[in-house]
């Protein structure tokens, strides 16, 4: 017979990787409608910004954005887009899975990368969707969805 200790933690790792990827999955629908909505409200398309920068989705989450996007809105970003938690690290030198998550991912990399690429006049027009989701322990524990959120800002340099 199996150690049960072991089943637990083989358990226990299976269910937080689910939770991970259950983030990932509430965070990308947000994010597409937020960049949907955006593009609509300022009768602006994909190609009219320098990059399209995502929170945290990591990769999991850039696929399921960017399929929602094509499906649901008719829309792809994929030449504009890149995502914080795919940049923090490098995914071919470091074992990070689907890559980072969380704020300081959003943080970390529009600080120290894509604002230093504004500066330098690499990048002019960026829009940057954070992404989110509301946990609560109680609605988790119980099985409610995990609501999910996105909100834009657009940055830009003014040329001399």
């Not at 150690?3 to 259950?22: A, D, E, L, T």
């Not at 937020?34 to 398309?45: G, K, M, R, W, Y």
């Not at 071919?92 to 704020?103: A, I, L, R, T, Y």
């Not at 504004?118 to 969707?129: A, D, H, I, S, T």
């Amino acid at each position: 017979m199996a150690n049960c200790g072991n089943c637990i933690k083989i358990i226990y790792n299976i269910w937080q990787s689910v939770q991970i990827y259950r983030l990932t999955l509430t965070m990308a629908p947000a994010a597409a409608r937020t960049i949907n909505d955006f593009l609509n409200d300022t009768d602006s398309a994909a190609g009219d910004y320098d990059l399209i920068l995502t929170g945290d989705l990591g990769a999991t989450g850039t696929e399921l954005l960017h399929e929602v996007l094509e499906i649901e809105y008719g829309k792809d970003i994929r030449s504009v887009h890149n995502d914080c938690g795919l940049m923090i690290y490098d995914r071919k030198k470091q074992d990070v899975n689907s890559g980072g998550s969380g704020c300081g991912c959003s943080a970390s990399v529009l600080s120290s990368y894509i604002l230093k690429k504004m500066r330098l006049g690499e990048l002019n027009k960026v829009l940057f969707v954070a992404t989110g989701a509301l946990m609560s322990p109680t609605s988790t524990k119980q099985g409610q969805p995990i609501p999910g959120i996105a909100h834009a800002v657009l940055l830009e340099t003014n040329p001399l």
